[in-house]
């Protein structure tokens, strides 16, 4: 039981460049999501997925597309990285019913 | 709309001595709040939730915090901190709807010196 698992665990990237990151979660959860940690700032949430063929807009959307894939999958695509993108990406999932969310081990990407 | 404060960006304690790590919230209805830990380099780890059963709630290694809602706060503590307790903390709250989506404060880094 791996728990939610992130892929890369590290990217740079040059600015107008794309790329998808990746996250799985083995726990059979219902909802998933995307989180930005800036300094300074907590996390923000970017995109949910409330359940499998759902997935909704949160605080900070603009610049990323997300596709839920099947239940235990949910990535986040940048289109056109931008030096403001830099950050670390969090996953994280949660069982229906339940508050507590599941964090994976975070994507740390560089824009330059 | 729910949200966090924690009052501290930085704590330094020494070890042996007692954490104390504050929160505030806001909310228009009584809330599920959390206390989160991330360690350097780390994914956020569970440190403990309050979901209205009971004001004083216990997390793992032997943090607590007990919900006021007079004070509208949710203080985190320790009694004895441990060289290991080094990390950043947040605050959380939940927001209403099915979408269950986590607020995070600004978090609090905290140091144990020897």
Redesign the interface.
Known sequence: NAG?TQTPKFQVLKTGQSMTLQCAQDMNHN?M?W?RQDP??????IY?S?SEGTT?K?EVPNGYNVSRLNKREFSLRLESAAPSQTSVY?C?S?VGGV????????TRLTVL | AQSVTQLD?HVSVSEGTPVLLRCNYSSSYSP?L?W?VQHPN?????LL?Y?SAATLVKGINGFEAEFKKSETSFHLTKPSAHMSDAAEY?CVV?TSG?????T????TQLTVLP
């Open positions: 939610v909802s999501y989180y300074g700032m907590g996390l923000r949430l949910y409330a909704d949160g969090f994280a949660r508050d507590t969310q599941y964090f994976g081990p975070g | 960006s599920s959390f989160y780390k994914g956020l780890q569970l939730k979901t947040f939940i099915s979408a269950r989506q986590l995070f404060g600004s978090g």
